[in-house]
């Protein structure tokens, strides 16, 4: 599994850029549109499950957690193509879309992480990065009525941190490939 993760490793930093670009822009526009939010999540979603089917199928007999990566990755893709056909849904139906996908998201990376815990150093970055995931979905639903500005704020924090959780975990799985690899003498 630590192979291919490490194989893969690109991918996390891929999708932690697309979710520190998403912040990013979500941060510089407070008063973006609740439609702007949607289609912007709903490309994000869509991406980062496209990046997790291809992590899926990466390796897919040898890999054990495979159904988890696909399950996350489907899950990313639906979401994704369920805000993107249905730009009128109100704010509060998006809010409970992005804190399911969310939960999930984080459930899935916390119990990849445990599989991962006997095989690398750092499984922590993705069980943080889930952590962060359930935390915000929480959020999101103990207060549904914020208002779109103050949502935006949120998510855009939210995929901040998560994308540079991301981006670390990337690095460090490459780390990890490269000590792991036989040297060629």
């Known amino acids: 599994m630590l192979d291919v993760l490490s194989r893969y490793w690109w991918a996390f930093v891929v999708r932690g850029i697309f979710a520190i670009l ?7 526009w407070p008063g973006i549109t609740v439609a702007t939010l949607i ?5 994000y979603a869509l991406v980062d499950g496209i990046f997790l089917i291809i992590k899926a199928i990466g390796n897919w007999r040898g890999r054990e957690d495979r159904w988890l990566l696909l399950l996350e990755g489907l899950l990313g ?7 993107l056909a249905a730009p009128g849904v109100t704010a509060l139906a998006l809010v409970f879309y992005i804190a399911a996908w969310s939960l999930a ?3 899935l990376e916390i119990a990849t992480a445990v599989r991962l815990r006997k095989e690398i150093e750092g499984e922590g970055w993705m ?3 889930g952590i962060a995931s359930i ?3 929480l959020l ?3 207060f549904p009525g914020a208002g779109a500005v103050g949502l935006v704020w949120v998510i855009a924090g939210y995929a901040i941190v998560f994308g540079i959780i991301l981006v670390i975990l990337g690095f460090k799985l490459r780390g990890t490939r490269k000590v792991s690899q036989p040297s060629k003498s």
């Open 22 to 28: 998403f912040g990013i822009v979500s941060f510089a």
């Open 140 to 142: 999101l639903m103990s």
């Open 135 to 137: 935390l915000f979905a």
């Open 39 to 43: 289609v912007l999540f709903g490309a």
């Open 77 to 83: 893709i639906g979401i994704g193509f369920l805000t």
């Open 105 to 107: 998201t984080g459930v």
């Open 127 to 129: 069980i943080l990065s």
